[in-house]
């Protein structure tokens, strides 16, 4: 495995006080190659930095049966490397109309819920997110698209606190192109989200039109 990248991961820690020995830290798991990853790197450094990891992967539903593929991609990976693995489906529907939200924000409202949820069943004082820096540039240009103030043109943070929880992104100097080489080189299985490809996401016109 690729000891570059890990200590590269764990410099930046150290760096930004993203966790300390003997944390528990739920990992966020989608199933692509970016968390994936991330779960891997943490799962290496738990021994030596006596970290407590939990994955946790959240089924939204969308896309049927690649969706359910997903799940079970990542519990068979969790399991294969010894790691809890907390996991929900979600049913958007009547939330959405409830809330009056659109399909994407309703989604990351339920699947941050679940993420705390998890997070206090567990007394985990971190939850780690895979975005990266590819995800830290197309944010930034999205933001400069629908004028963002100053604020909003520092991008994603390395760490933030929400409900007593700190969210923690360990990724966020790295490009995709390293994640999925350290996934190749690590034999480490992940899924391709096929709704990437879909332009009516405006992210997805930045990244496959804009940023190229």
Known sequence: MNANVLNAVEKEAAERGLWQDGDTIIVAVSGGPDSMALLHMLHMLAVPKRLRTIA???????RGEESAAELELVKRYAEKLGVPCETTTLALTT????????LQAAAREKRYAFLHEVAKRYGASRVALAHHGDDQAETVLMRVIRGAGLSGLSGIPAKRSENNVELIRPLLRMNKSDLLAYCEEGDIPYSTDSSNLERHYFRNTVRLDILP
């Open 56 to 62: 946790a992967h959240v089924n939204h539903g969308f």
């Open 95 to 102: 939330y959405i109309e409830e809330n009056a939200l659109n």
